[in-house]
Every structure is written in C-alpha cells, then in structure tokens.
C-alpha cells in the first residue's frame, strides 16, 4: 500500500467506520431484541455499545491525525481535498459517538422487551 493510498485512507476512516459501528450496533440490538427479548438488556446493551464507540472514537482519532498532518507546510496546497475529508470525517466520527452513546444509554434506561 502506497503512503498517499493510506493518508487517503486514513482521512476517510470517521466517515467510513464510525456510521459503520453505529449500524452494527442498531441492528445487533434491534435484531437481538425482536428475536430474543429475554437476551437482551443492560449489559448487552453496554457491551455492543462500548464497542461501537471504540470502533468510533479511533476512526474518529484516525480521521484527526490525518486532518493534522495534512496542515503542514510540507504537505503542499494539494492536499486540500483531503485536509477537508479528514476534517469532516473526524466531525463525522463524533457525531455518531454522539448517536452510539444515546442509544445506549436508552438501552440501559428502557426495560427489555418494551412494546
């Protein structure tokens, strides 16, 4: 792998990886919820979601190191493009967090198989 592929790479990570986790995590507790209501609850609730946001918070990280490298002056003007992607992907990444931690915290306040 080239070094411009993963600074590419890297710039898109929070806009990639953070909805990603977000979507594993509604639909592993949505489909764990409407096929097995007695499994579900607080702590699966907590542990899907503690690693959702793992998985967000370093895309998120990624996103951010790539933003930061691509402002300096040896990086060059082209580098725009992806100073830009890197900066709304690492945006991106939190909003999802943001989005993660919400529904889990429902999942832990909401009682199992609330109808």
């Known amino acids: ?9 890297s710039a898109w990570a929070g806009l990639v990886a953070a909805p990603a986790a977000w979507t594993a995590h ?3 507790l949505a489909d764990v919820t409407y096929g097995r209501c007695d499994a ?9 979601g503690l690693v959702a946001a793992v998985v967000a918070i370093a895309a998120g990280l990624v996103s951010f190191r ?4 691509s402002g300096e002056p040896a990086s060059g ?3 725009e493009p ?4 890197a900066a709304l992907s690492a945006m991106a990444a939190v909003l999802f ?9 429902a999942g ?8």
Do not use: K, N
């Not at 579900?40 to 899907?48: D, F, K």
């Open 77 to 79: 003007a082209h580098d």
């Open 1 to 9: 792998m080239s070094a411009r592929f993963a600074s590419w790479l």
């Open 97 to 105: 967090l943001l989005v993660i931690l919400i529904q889990t915290l």
């Open 66 to 69: 790539a933003w930061r490298r």
């Open 26 to 28: 509604q639909q592993i």
């Open 40 to 48: 579900s609850g607080a702590p699966l609730a907590l542990a899907v």
């Open 82 to 85: 992806r100073r830009f992607v």
């Open 108 to 115: 832990l306040i909401l009682p199992e198989c609330a109808r």
